[in-house]
C-alpha cells in the first residue's frame, strides 16, 4: 500500500484533470452535432431605408406558408429604375414577404389577390406600384421552394395598417383546387 501523496487528494486531482479535458471539448460539441444541425445557417441581411423588420410570425393557406418581414408606410411617391409614381389615396406601403411550398408539386400563388387589411378597409396590391417595383403579380413556386418578394399597397393616409389577408389557392394531394378559400390571416402590429 503507498502511503498518501502530498498536497490534494488524487480523487481532487482526478476530477480537476476531467473538467480540464471537458472544458477543452466543450467548443467542440456543436460540430459533433446536435439539435442545430437541422437548421439552414442563413446569415442575416439589414433591412432596406425607411423599412422596419417584423417579428416573424408564419400562416399557411393550404400547404403554402406565409410570413411578412419588413414593413414600409407613408411613402408618398415611389421611385423605380423607369419612372415616378405618387401616391392616389395618400401612401404607399410595402410589405417585405417570404412565401414557402410545402406542397409536393408546383403553385402558383396569384398575388393580385393579397389585401392589406387597414383601419379603413382592405387593399388590394397597386399594380402600377408593382410594375414600378419590378415586382410579379403572380408566382409560380417549385416543390420545397421559398421565396421573397414585396407587396406594394397604395392606402388612405390615415388608414392604420393590422394585418394581411393572404390566399395561396390551395389545393388537394393531387393538385385539385379546394373549392373555398379562406385565406389566412397575418398580423403586422
Do not use: W
Amino acid at each position: 500500500m503507498r502511503p498518501p501523496s502530498a498536497g490534494r487528494p488524487r480523487t481532487a486531482r482526478r476530477r480537476s484533470a476531467a473538467l480540464l479535458t471537458l472544458t477543452a471539448l466543450l467548443p467542440l460539441a456543436p460540430a459533433c452535432g446536435g439539435h442545430d444541425d437541422d437548421h439552414y445557417r442563413v446569415p442575416a441581411r439589414a433591412v432596406r431605408d425607411g423599412e422596419h423588420p417584423l417579428p416573424y410570425r408564419e400562416v399557411t393557406d393550404g400547404h403554402i406558408a406565409f410570413a411578412a418581414i419588413g414593413l414600409s408606410s407613408g411613402l408618398t411617391t415611389i421611385t423605380g429604375s423607369h419612372a415616378d409614381l405618387p401616391s392616389r389615396l395618400g401612401g404607399f406601403a410595402r410589405v417585405r414577404m417570404l412565401a414557402e411550398n410545402r406542397y409536393a408539386t408546383f403553385h402558383k400563388i396569384d398575388l393580385d389577390r393579397q389585401l392589406l387589411v387597414t383601419s379603413r378597409g382592405a387593399y388590394p396590391p397597386d399594380v402600377n406600384a408593382m410594375r414600378v417595383k419590378r415586382q410579379p403579380t403572380d408566382i409560380e413556386l417549385g416543390s420545397h421552394d421559398r421565396l421573397e418578394f414585396d407587396l406594394m399597397y397604395d392606402i388612405p393616409k390615415d388608414a392604420r395598417i393590422t394585418a394581411l389577408r393572404l390566399y395561396a389557392d390551395p389545393t388537394d394531394e393531387l393538385g385539385v383546387p379546394l373549392q373555398h378559400d379562406p385565406g389566412a390571416e397575418l398580423p403586422l402590429r
